[in-house]
């Protein structure tokens, strides 16, 4: 494929602002204007899948002692939090009407804040174990990140059950993002933004292409966020778990404080059918979270990790959001910061102003329910 050929920033700029691309007033009417092509097909799991608008949340306040987390309290919550979310009378029952035996699952995970805050060995072990009991074999169980490069730095590979697969989309992260080796070209994401001095008229530049792994690797996807703090998005949940970890071309969407279009990026790349479609279910591990300075740590940031003793089940992205949105706020204020919506920059945070209203677009874009009072927030504490 052509290069992505470069124009000057002044002319990049005057042809966003005429095309609403970048700070956008309307933020709803933005994200409509961009557009998602491929053909995987609706089914009866497709966001938001079989239980719109449910979130059960699990406390264990034994899930984590001394900073380590506790198997046998991440096994309890699991289960506790699929039969709540399904009505099951059982774990195995609630893990079946997600998956069935011969299909291909895919596990999305999230090493971006290691060694701080990060997918953990405890519960995708568990989770690996919950879906064998359900009937799918471990040569069907394919578990991936974007980066090869952070996917073995953060050590998934070393704790991984033995016959599970792995996969990745990229070597390594670089600034542009544009390789699509790992890609698939039938899949993408076009939307009304390139990185800055980037031709609009290029193909490359101006989409963003599903990951194969979700194209034609697997055939549903399980996605397995953290709860954390994002400078541009405001949070990063389950739908940016997906938008920004499922596709390339990603930083045109936060490629500056100033240039922040992550309200129309996330729900236009969720918005891909392969990745809307394919996606049956949504379990946070809210154990250990991150209110602020996110998504990535340093030492100085790590202040800001505390221990939530929580996991969120849902089938709605969307819902799921919402939620762990409330919960961020409410961490926030109780230390003295301000709530995502009206927070500013400052030295852990350089955004000049955050987008989690990326939650309320999706909801407008059908991709869940965004509203509280339509929310059903199930609250199960264990100990």
């Keep these: 494929m052509e290069p992505a050929r470069k124009e000057s920033r002044r002319t990049w700029m005057e042809r966003m602002l005429a095309l609403g691309a970048i700070a956008p007033i309307f933020p ?5 204007a961009s557009s998602t092509s491929s053909a995987t097909p609706r089914t ?3 966001i938001p899948g079989l239980f719109p608008g449910r979130v059960v949340e699990v406390e264990h306040g ?3 002692i001394a900073g380590a987390f506790q198997r046998e309290a991440v096994r309890d919550m699991l289960r506790r939090g699929m039969m709540e979310l399904t009505g099951a009378p059982d774990w195995v029952a609630a893990w079946r009407m997600f998956v069935s035996p011969g299909e291909v699952i895919g596990l999305k995970l999230n090493p971006v804040s290691r060694p701080y805050v990060m997918s953990s060995p405890e519960t995708v072990q568990e989770i690996i174990a919950c879906l064998e009991a359900a009937g799918t074999k471990r040569k069907d169980i394919v578990v991936y990140d974007r980066y090869k490069k952070e996917f073995y730095e953060a050590g998934f590979d070393k704790w991984l059950p033995e016959g599970v697969r792995i996969s990745w989309a990229a070597d390594y992260y670089d600034d542009t ?4 080796d790992g890609y698939d070209l039938n899949h993408y994401m076009d939307m009304q933004l390139t990185l800055p001095g980037y031709d609009f008229n290029n193909d490359t530049a101006r989409r963003s292409y599903a990951s194969k792994f979700i194209t034609t690797q697997i055939d549903k996807l399980i996605n397995l966020p953290l709860l954390k703090h994002h400078q541009s998005a405001g949070l990063t949940i389950a739908l940016k778990n997906l938008s920004h970890g499922l596709v390339n071309n990603v930083n045109r969407s936060h490629s500056s404080p100033e240039l922040n279009s992550c309200g129309q990026f996330i729900p236009s790349a969720v918005s891909i059918p392969a990745i809307r479609n394919k996606t049956v279910l949504n379990i946070c591990d809210a154990v250990k979270a991150l209110y602020h300075g996110g998504p990535g740590l340093n030492p100085k940031k790590v202040k800001y990790v505390w221990e939530h003793k929580r996991m969120l089940f849902s ?4 819902a799921m959001d919402r939620i762990g949105w409330d919960q961020l706020d409410a961490k926030r204020v109780a230390m003295g910061m301000d709530p995502l919506a009206i927070a500013r920059r400052d030295a852990d945070s350089n955004f000049v102003r955050m987008q989690p209203e990326h939650v309320d677009i999706a909801g407008a874009l059908g991709l869940g329910i965004d509203d509280r009072k339509k929310i059903e927030h199930k609250k199960i504490k264990l100990a």
Aim: no cysteine; proline share 5%.
């Design 28 to 32: 709803y009417q933005a994200a409509l």
């Design 44 to 46: 009866k799991w497709s």
């Design 315 to 318: 089938t709605d992205p969307v």
């Design 177 to 180: 993002q544009q390789k699509i």
């Design 62 to 64: 034994g899930s984590i």
